[in-house]
């Protein structure tokens, strides 16, 4: 358990906290947090901040839903910074991205968020509300083609389209996970455990 006491907050009274993807690993923001704002993280298991521009307590995503949910906490060596893993629910990023520092790197944590992102906003003209809306028989269809092409492509198209339709396969595939609410990370989970 992290004690608080144990942490150097500085002459501002503030910590950098580097927030990262539990999943991914990827920095979504640098922020800051006070001893009230970091007690409120721990009491609450999700992330509150201190707003230097506000000055204030800004619990992240209390307007915007966009909250993080704190999976570990753990200081750096010296005390004076603290690495914050969570579950983001939506962006980091005041600007709509995902990451402070950019869209990051692809994972298939940023697919799964896409995904979940146009199941529950079913945006017009989106391929994928599409077959969202038509359920699991037609994204257990398209998995089907999909299969097939990766076979064909396997034996007859070469390393470029296997590496095409394996795409194409992989995303539908965890289009079915998100569909079944199933995390990506389960089914790793039951790999990690078979190679034991």
């Known amino acids: ?24 690993g990827e920095v979504l923001t640098l922020a800051y947090m006070s001893a009230e704002s970091l007690a409120k993280t721990l009491e609450t298991g999700e992330t509150w901040f201190w707003s230097r521009s506000r000055q204030e307590l800004w619990h992240k995503g209390a307007t915007s839903g966009n ?13 004076d910074a603290i690495l914050v893993d969570v579950e983001p629910q939506g962006p980091a990023c005041h600007t709509g991205a995902r990451s402070c520092f950019g869209e990051g790197r692809f994972s298939i944590a940023t697919l799964e968020e896409t995904l979940r992102s146009r199941k529950r906003e079913m945006p017009e003209g989106s391929y994928t509300a599409k077959l969202f809306r038509g359920g699991q028989g037609k994204i257990l269809k398209k998995i089907g083609e999909e299969s097939a092409e990766v076979i064909i492509a396997a034996t007859s198209e070469g390393r470029e389209r296997v590496v095409a339709e394996s795409a194409d396969l992989l995303f539908h595939l ?23």
């Open 1 to 24: 358990m992290l004690n608080i006491e144990n942490l150097r907050f500085g002459d501002s009274g503030l910590l950098p906290a580097i927030v990262r993807d539990a999943r991914s």
């Open 67 to 79: 909250t993080q949910r704190v999976v570990s906490i753990a200081r750096d060596c010296d005390g």
């Open 174 to 196: 965890v289009m079915l996970l998100v569909h079944e609410g199933i995390a990506f990370d389960e089914v790793v989970g039951e790999l990690r455990e078979r190679s034991r």
